[in-house]
């Protein structure tokens, strides 16, 4: 799973060969959940500070995540993405 980001033991990736909607994979030990680009609807489950700090980096980021996406749906590389700080 391509690593984008990572900051305060989140891991934030992106497979390819995805399925829409635009999402990314957020990861925190055993919990992992799906987040939904420009809804911010997720799948799974992460703790909830957690999930706030994920969210709060998504709207930070969402253009370039977008710009992952498209590059993930060409399989071309991922570029990393700036940690939460």
């Not at 984008?4 to 990314?24: D, K």
């Not at 957020?26 to 999930?51: H, S």
């Not at 980021?61 to 992952?68: M, Q, V």
Request: net charge negative; glycine share 8%.
């Amino acid at each position: 799973m391509p690593e984008l980001s990572r900051f305060l033991g989140i891991v934030i990736a992106m497979y390819y060969r995805e399925h829409g909607p635009p999402h990314f994979h957020a990861v925190y030990g055993e919990y992992e959940a799906t987040v939904n680009i420009t809804t911010g609807a997720t799948t799974g489950v992460l703790p909830g500070r957690v999930l706030k700090l994920v969210q709060e980096w998504r709207q930070l980021h969402w253009r370039e995540l977008l710009e992952a996406w498209a590059l993930a749906e060409a399989q071309c590389p991922l570029p990393n993405i700036a940690p939460l700080e």
